[in-house]
């Protein structure tokens, strides 16, 4: 606090204070429902208490199976990329207990490294205590961890992709995007990075990269389950991607914890008719992936060839990627902290310092709270964080605008 202000001073301040409020009140709330014996859902913000680390442990026993396609039963999912379990397998060389906890651990060192590493080169140093706070008492962060989904490890891979590109080591991020789009294909989006800043050579690296490491898993799970060859292993993950779309996709299993844009279509079409809102899914399904490629492209096009502050750039590819796609499962907002710690890296300027920080702090918070009758485990966050996600590219397209009108000769990219 400076001046006497009722407010914060600083970005990290601000985003701490919304985050930290918010974990309390939610706390205040769910606990009401627990002392009238109601553990789950209005005792928690997080998922069923009794599948705690569930995630983890299958996806331990999915990387070690070498055979990830094709040793499920036919109601499970496991909708990865090839890459995505051979690159968990080395971490099945400890036992489960102690390769959880490693993983677990990484995850929230990698974290806070990566939240000091970047505010601690900005203008807010002496403020990067509050960061780590927000970090520590985020949503996402609890959520991946009662969860134990192996997002936290695509998360660390992402961190370290973005730290990599603010250091200019073009290359290192090119590999380190390779691996994270193996595991999950969606970071793709983030070459718009390297064709908007003319490194053409790193993006068509990074794209052979990732192929070469699907396949080479396709290879290595092919050795373990010969008799399917590498054509039953794709067999095997085109219904896995078949199962996870009519389950998560279309269906609204999953859907509690979701912040996709397409949730938030569900989340209306349940609220006008729980009988018929399947029906309106259906119908905007194929629609909604034509105007997702639509707005992908304008707004890739965007953070590539108009706008040069990275931070305002990784935002914008960042809300592509959690917002678009069909499923979005809040796991995948612990990659929020990555534009987050550029943004408080960055200069600061008033005009972005009286928005961003509550947006990016209410992306934050907890918002498990019942919103559709009959099904109590639908909250508003299903429909809030995806317009907050929208609010955010908005915001962050008009603060581009306005830092352009004021600095009309095109500088270097900033981080």
């Known amino acids: ?199 053409h050579r790193e993006a068509a690296y990074a794209v052979g990269l990732a192929g070469l490491l699907t396949l080479t898993a396709l290879v290595v799970f092919a050795r373990h389950a010969p008799a399917a060859g590498v054509a039953g292993q794709l067999d095997g993950l085109r219904e896995n991607l078949r199962l996870f779309g009519e389950k998560y996709s279309r269906g609204r299993e999953g859907l509690f914890a979701n912040h996709s844009l397409f949730g938030a279509i569900k989340f209306v079409a349940m609220s006008a008719d729980v009988m018929t809102w399947r029906q309106v899914v259906d119908r905007w399904f194929a629609p909604w992936q034509a105007l997702s490629a639509v707005v992908c492209a304008g707004v890739g096009g965007y953070a590539a060839f108009v706008e040069r502050a990275l931070w305002r750039r990784i935002t914008l590819l960042g809300v592509l990627v959690l917002a678009l796609p069909h499923a979005s499962h809040d796991y995948k907002l612990l990659q929020l902290f990555a534009p987050i710690a550029l943004y408080l890296r960055s200069e600061r300027d008033e005009s972005d310092a009286r928005v961003l920080p509550w947006i990016f702090g209410l992306l934050l918070v907890p918002m498990a709270y019942p919103a559709i009758e009959g099904y109590r485990n639908v909250t508003v966050g299903v429909l809030v964080r995806p317009l907050l996600l929208v609010l955010l590219a908005l915001w962050v397209i008009r603060d581009g605008g306005l830092a352009r009108a004021r600095l009309p000769v095109r500088g270097a990219t900033a981080s």
């Open 1 to 199: 606090m400076t001046g006497g202000a009722l407010l914060p001073a600083s970005r990290a301040e601000r985003v701490a204070l919304v985050a930290v409020v918010g974990f309390l009140v939610a706390v205040a709330f769910h606990y009401t429902h627990i002392v009238r014996g109601e553990i789950y859902p209005g005792g928690t913000y997080l998922f069923r208490p009794a599948a705690a680390t569930s995630d983890a442990h299958a996806y331990y026993d999915q990387c070690r199976s070498l055979n990830p396609y094709l040793s499920v039963p036919p109601t499970a999912t496991r909708p990865y990329p090839p890459f995505g379990y051979l690159f968990g397998h080395p971490l099945t060389w400890l036992p489960r207990g102690a390769s959880i906890a490693l993983t677990y651990l990484l995850a929230v060192l990698g974290g806070l490294w990566f939240m000091n590493h970047h505010v601690a080169r900005g203008p807010e140093a002496d403020r990067r205590v509050w960061a780590l706070v927000a970090f520590l008492v985020s949503y996402p962060l609890h959520f991946v961890l009662d969860r134990g989904n192996p997002e936290m490890i695509t998360a660390l891979l992402y961190f370290a992709f973005v730290t990599a590109y603010a250091q200019r080591r073009t290359w290192l991020a090119a590999t380190l995007l390779a691996v994270v789009a193996s595991i999950k294909v969606t970071p793709l989006v983030l070459l718009a990075l390297f064709v908007g800043d003319r490194r």
